[in-house]
């Protein structure tokens, strides 16, 4: 696995992103540099934001895609400006003034690019978490493969505006006022996350002040960075880093 910073929620304070992004080296990838970034979702809504921190953020966006060396995935707050879904199936910031301000940078072709599960090595990233619920498969269990297949169709459900059969991606559980006892990839709250035996899941959505790590059974580890941009993680052969901004004065 290359040697990877994973950034959790922004929220439109991409600014902070490029802080951390120069001050660690990674603004920059040679294609040749065995670095990336990989940013879990959540590009979008913030308390009292407005239409230029929207654009801006969106700008940011779409230029980041075009970079080789990131990982692009989706979070909830991101998903609804893609689909706009029919009903209440919003989050909390949705608004039909920010969705038009966005989908006049961001093009089909831009949403493409984000992905909704990546997985290298005994690491698995995605927004919210994995959860059995969506994807045990009743003799494999749940395996990186089976993941891919199940949103696969769920993403081509979306694409026929059938929501119904996406909750793998968008359904929310319980915690978040949601009908289901597991979240999909993009609602699944911390409180709900499970463990994978040998896997590091690494995951936000759920906002905590700082990096939050769980240690289960049989090399199981559950990661949450979405610390309101506080800290975030580097991965290399040595293991996992917490950065804090605050005490590397970025």
Same mark, same amino acid.
């Given at each position: 696995m290359k040697k990877t910073l994973v950034i959790g929620d922004i929220h439109n304070k991409y600014y902070i992103v490029d802080r951390f992004l120069t001050k660690l080296n990674y603004q920059i990838i040679e294609e040749n540099e065995d670095k990336q970034v990989i940013f879990v979702g959540d590009y979008f809504d913030d308390f009292n934001d407005d239409w230029a921190d929207v654009k801006a953020m969106a700008l940011w966006l779409k230029e980041s895609l075009t970079k080789p060396n990131r990982i692009h995935l989706m979070g909830n707050h991101?998903?609804?400006?893609?689909? !706009?879904? *029919?009903?209440?199936?919003?989050?909390?910031?949705?608004?039909?003034?920010?969705?038009?301000?966005?989908? @006049?940078?961001?093009?089909? %072709? &831009?949403? @493409? !690019?984000?992905?909704?599960?990546?997985? %290298? &090595?005994?690491?698995? $990233?995605? =927004?919210? /978490?994995?959860?059995? #619920?969506?994807f045990q498969h009743p003799m494999f269990g749940v395996t990186k493969e089976g993941i891919e297949s199940t949103v696969e169709k769920? $993403? =081509?459900?979306? +694409?026929?505006? *059938?929501? +119904?059969?996406?909750?793998?991606?968008?359904?929310? &559980? #319980?915690?978040?006022? /949601?009908? #289901?006892? !597991?979240? /999909?990839?993009?609602w699944n709250d911390w409180r709900n996350s499970e463990f994978y035996d040998g896997i590091t899941q690494i995951f936000? =959505?759920?906002?905590?002040? +700082?990096? !939050?790590?769980?240690?289960?059974?049989?090399?199981?580890?559950?990661?949450?960075? &979405?610390?309101?941009?506080?800290?975030?993680i580097e991965i290399d052969g040595q293991g996992i880093k917490i950065i804090n901004r605050f005490k590397t004065k970025i």
């Open positions: 991101d998903y609804h400006y893609m689909v !706009k879904p *029919k009903g209440s199936a919003y989050c909390s910031g949705f608004s039909s003034e920010k969705y038009d301000v966005i989908n @006049q940078i961001l093009t089909n %072709e &831009d949403w @493409q !690019k984000i992905k909704y599960f990546h997985a %290298e &090595d005994n690491y698995w $990233f995605s =927004h919210a /978490g994995v959860a059995r #619920y969506w769920a $993403f =081509h459900a979306l +694409k026929a505006r *059938k929501f +119904k059969e996406t909750g793998c991606l968008y359904g929310a &559980d #319980y915690f978040r006022g /949601g009908e #289901y006892p !597991k979240g /999909g990839l993009l936000g =959505h759920t906002p905590h002040r +700082k990096i !939050k790590v769980s240690v289960g059974e049989n090399n199981a580890r559950n990661i949450n960075v &979405d610390s309101h941009l506080a800290e975030v």
